[in-house]
């Protein structure tokens, strides 16, 4: 499966080794070669059938720090590094908030405003 790249808008290939296993079902890729890992957003690994068998019936706990979740939070990682899927998360909302333009407001005072704001 393909991921895209909201930047660019390119394809990415998702990020997969023959070591990957569920923490939760300890399957690996050995025995299950389509095997899709997804992430939580508090950055927890799960298959895509644990996903599934665990969120079908709505919000539940994650199985390591009990943060409520739903099953479309899961997403497919880019980055074999959780740190690092994280770091470009946190940068892409970072940049829909601070790289507006001034098309994307109704007048220059807003325009001015928003400058001042990012400035502080």
């Not at 080794?17 to 799960?46: F, I, W």
Request: charged share 30%; aromatic share 10%; with cysteine.
């Amino acid at each position: 499966m393909e991921v895209f790249a909201p930047a660019q808008n390119q394809k990415i290939p998702a990020w997969r080794t023959e070591d990957d296993a569920c923490p939760q079902c300890k399957s690996g890729r050995y025995l299950n070669p389509h095997m899709k890992l997804l992430v939580s957003p508090c950055y927890h690994k799960m298959c895509e059938e644990c996903v599934g068998n665990r969120f079908n019936a709505g919000p539940a706990p994650c199985p390591e720090c009990h943060r409520i979740l739903r099953k479309n939070d899961f997403y497919q990682p880019i980055f074999e590094d959780l740190t690092v899927e994280n770091e470009v998360r946190i940068r892409q909302r970072m940049s829909m908030i601070f790289n507006k333009r001034e098309d994307d407001f109704k007048s220059s005072k807003d325009y001015n405003a928003y400058l001042e704001m990012v400035e502080d």
